[in-house]
């Protein structure tokens, strides 16, 4: 039995719907879309005979009915939030995986060692409370319940807060912290949000696994000056040495000895940014990925040099901070076996590749077997209106990952 591209193309419009006004897909965290969105996914699953549990972080849960929630399952997962101006798919694709295998595994009347779960994380993109993978790090315990209630986005409200308008009592049957216990594996089906599977024409990727990031905040202080009236040799020009440190990022990251490093400067902040005064003060980002934690340490080190280094030669003060980190993680060989052979099976071509992109799956990853599959983006694109991947692309990958489920659900772990 294969997946229904039609299925899912209804769930995926549907879904869509659930959005605030604007351009593209507006679906905040604990916002009415998002529970609308929630809501539509908990209809489907109860008319297959799924209960839906929420846990104290927000994340939503899915069994049968008569499933034992104290069982380790096998359990697919992705998000329901979107960024301001969002496409369709990001994370809603995953979800709708979930779904459809829901579906599929009730009409064939398959029954599984362990029991089927579907996970809705909670917070994924951060782009309400501004931390990213909230969801699913409160769930494996790296992010505490006080830590939650310190989060708030630009109108104040904290996430616990916003939380309880609509979950008045969050279950506590399902505990504060999840682990093996609770899953025993986890898979996740996300687009590529990149150009290499539609490059290479092959419609399915196995993560292998899931970059580490550094990102740093830089504020080159200088002085501001007449344009005109100011001898180029005594300028102490900001914006002039972020310029340099810009392509120094590139260089360097494009240098890595992994030869899947990359570096990005994607936010700038120019003071007094008038065209006719010399900039006095340049804040920005630096952004660097890499699957190799010492390659991402060494890069990192050499990246804070270079751009104290530019400091010193352009005249400016210069003071670098390290505001993100997390550690490279690399996926379940097991799991990842089990999609290779599920492809192999039915004849689907796919290609091994990292991620380079955050997921929920990294952090479920930290506590249990954890493994990804992404299908094609149009273009490359993501996280904006244009985002695009056929609905045939994400019936694949279902077909993919039933089979993987089939055989770790019915597998004595």
């Not at 830089?218 to 005109?228: K, Q, R």
């Amino acid at each position: 039995m294969r997946a229904s591209a039609e299925r899912i193309r209804q769930d995926i419009e549907t879904i869509a719907g659930f959005s605030s006004s604007g351009p593209g897909t507006n679906r905040l965290s604990f916002t009415p879309e998002y529970w609308a969105a929630v809501d539509y996914v908990a209809a489907q699953m109860a008319a297959l005979g799924y209960e839906r549990k929420t846990t104290l972080h927000g994340n939503t849960r899915f069994r049968k009915r008569d499933a034992d929630w104290r069982e380790p399952a096998v359990a697919v997962g992705s998000h329901l939030d979107a960024v301001p101006r969002g496409g369709r798919f990001d994370g809603v694709a995953g979800i709708v995986a979930g779904v459809e295998i829901a579906r599929l595994v009730d009409d064939s009347g398959v029954r599984f060692g362990r029991p089927y779960e579907l996970i809705v994380f909670a917070e994924e993109e951060g782009a309400r409370f501004g931390s990213v993978l909230a969801g699913s790090k409160a769930l494996v315990g790296r992010l505490t319940h006080r830590e939650l209630g310190l989060m708030k986005d630009a109108n104040g409200t904290s996430y616990l807060e916003a939380l309880e308008e609509r979950v008045e009592h969050a279950s506590t049957a399902l505990g504060s912290v999840f682990g093996a216990e609770d899953v025993a594996s986890y898979f996740e089906l996300h687009i590529e949000q990149s150009l290499v599977l539609e490059a290479a024409r092959v419609p399915v990727g196995i993560v292998q696994a899931i970059v580490g990031i550094r990102q740093y905040r830089v504020t080159y202080s200088g002085v501001a000056n007449h344009a005109g009236a100011t001898p180029m040799r005594q300028r102490r020009d900001s914006l002039a040495a972020t310029a340099r440190a810009i392509s120094a990022v590139e260089e360097l990251a494009a240098a890595s000895p992994t030869g899947v490093m990359v570096g990005t400067v994607g936010m700038l902040v120019n003071e007094p940014n008038a065209a006719n005064v010399i900039p006095a003060r340049t804040v920005f980002s630096v952004d660097l990925r890499d699957t190799d934690v010492a390659a991402l340490a060494e890069i990192g080190e050499r990246v804070q040099e270079t751009i104290k280094r530019i400091a010193d030669e352009r005249q400016v003060d210069a003071q670098v901070t390290l505001t993100a980190e997390s550690a490279p993680v690399v996926l379940s060989s097991r799991l990842r076996d089990a999609l290779i052979g599920s492809a192999g099976r039915q004849g689907i071509a796919f290609l091994e590749m990292p991620s380079g992109a955050a997921h929920d799956a990294q952090e479920i990853a930290r506590v249990t077997d954890a493994a990804m599959i992404f299908v094609p983006s149009i273009a490359g694109r993501s996280h904006c209106p244009e985002e695009d991947t056929p609905y045939e692309a994400i019936a694949l990958g279902v077909d993919v990952l039933l089979g993987a489920i089939r055989e770790t659900g019915k597998r004595a772990d």
